[in-house]
């Protein structure tokens, strides 16, 4: 297996050196690591620390969210490790995120466990998702289909909402406006009472924006958002809860002439979860997430209306140090009255269903954590994926993992019955992908680091055919590295990432070349300091070049992102916030247009531009 950069070399030759420099360090209690080796629930479904997790796992944190008061909640996974961001211009313009090189319909996005996506494109919609909305966030790299099924091809980012634990009552009111004509507000009432904790959150965030192409005009951006959270643990440890996330709102963005969305995204649910026994905990949740789109354009109009309704039993089964954990899931896609120029699609719902189960084997200093799932689905058959991991403790510091897992992607509406003819395949197969990887993870008392190297192979890629038919034809090949830091030293707060990545097709006219869009590179620094009252802080981006076509042709170069930020807590309870975004102006582009002459039929490309220099001040109470 040969890799072509030295980035990747280094990587790779730091990740193995680190394994017998590991076994001389000296010994830290896991209470003094706690801070930076957090309990994660996504990499297993079940509470295990980042060390233990036997993953490629990063954390954001609710300090670290309000530290950067993003008003993008993309801005805080870009340039994260493994981690790649495209956008269509800036403040709710199409994005897409790109794990491990795996396409945006490859990676799953889950909020309080609940999976959101549009079932037409298979993606998500992350540009609608408001940051204020969210406590924390944590990204899984690598397969996860053994253990949520479709998509989780290069990862899974799951989003929490707040989950208050102090009694009493806390507010929460924040004000703020900037650049491009930019105003947010937004508010939230948490707490416990007794076994009772509840959230209502609301906020409006809205803007002029700015253009998203050279000379273009300014394409204006607003939302609502709003959440309700309840949870109530009885004297028995059972619990139940319900959650309900809805955002609405606006986007214009560019096309042949005025063209805008009218979107909303929701996700709600209840739960109940019952300790059977000492040993057994059985949880059963019921969900909806709704993903709907209504485009105007002049030359075209469409409605989509993308709606999953989940049945999911799980059951964890403890046995000592190790734990059983056996699922059932049962999911129906469903279009409602979806459109495109007055076409209706061939077929508007299909149910999967699915069983699955994981062991997590403790025989320290091994640990062992094996995954298999079934899936079943109405459209295109059925699947069958798996992992295994294997973990090697040196001592309380030092983890070594090796893992393979499988995974596949499904085919989307668009893809099986896009109303167009010729533009669509029922008879398509899922995408089917299988993954290597090797890492090492240090856990210290104020610092840590993790590096992983991966392979993943994708087969069955779907592609369009000479008569822009999607068919199964395509391979691709993905190779990387991935190191990431972390550290608190007294006053300072640090977290770096360095990203290799070599994304290949593996076949046809366009075999060697890297798949479109995708940066090979990128960098991430995050440095804060906070002295008494004050804080102060930044991040700094860079990424490669990329291109917009898969053969390769239109090159798009890379880009460095200086943002600062600065906040004072100028009384008890009340702050003042300010960031300054892309402070060196910097005009960078990640994707391309086509615009078409309606006469000649010729088409030509443009830029899609990011925003410049962008400042936002806010003032804060309770947080």
Known sequence: MS???SAFAGLAFFTLAAIPQAVQAQSTSSAENATLDPVVVTATLAPRTANESLASVSVIDEAALRRQDPISITEVFRGQPGVDITTQGTYGKQTSLFMRGTGSNANVLLIDGIRLRSATTGAASWEFLDPRMFESAEIVRGPRGSLYGA???GGVIQLFTPDSQAQGVSPRVSIGGGSHGSKRVSASLSGQQGGTRYTFAGSRFDTDGGPVRRDGEDKSF???SGLVK?????????????????SRGNSEFEGPGPAEDDFVQQVAGVYAELPVTDSWQSRLILSEARDERDTQAPTYTSLFESRTRTAQWLNTLAFGLHEVIIGAEMAEDDLG???????????NSRYNRAAFAQGLLDFDPLTTQLSLRYDDNEAFGDEVTGSLAFGFAFDDQHVARASYGTAFRA????????????SSNPNLNAESSNTFELGVRGQYERWFWDAAIYQTEVDELIALDANFTPVNVDKARIQGAELSLGAELGSWLFAGALTYTDPQSRSGDNQGKRLQRRASQSARLDVDYQLDEVLLGGSWVV???RYNDAANQQRLPGYGLLNLRAGWEFAPQWSLRLTLDNLLDNTFTTAQGQEFDPVSFASTSFDYINAGRAGFLSVHYGQ
């Open 3 to 5: 890799y072509p950069t």
């Open 151 to 153: 998509d989780a091809v």
């Open 222 to 224: 607003d939302a609502t």
């Open 230 to 246: 309840l949870l109530h643990r009885y004297d028995n440890d059972a619990e139940v809860g319900l959650l309900a996330l809805r």
């Open 337 to 347: 009255d979806s459109e495109t120029s007055g076409l209706n699609f061939n077929e």
């Open 411 to 422: 085919p989307t509406f668009n893809e099986l019955y896009f109303p167009f003819v010729g």
């Open 543 to 545: 990424q490669d070049h």
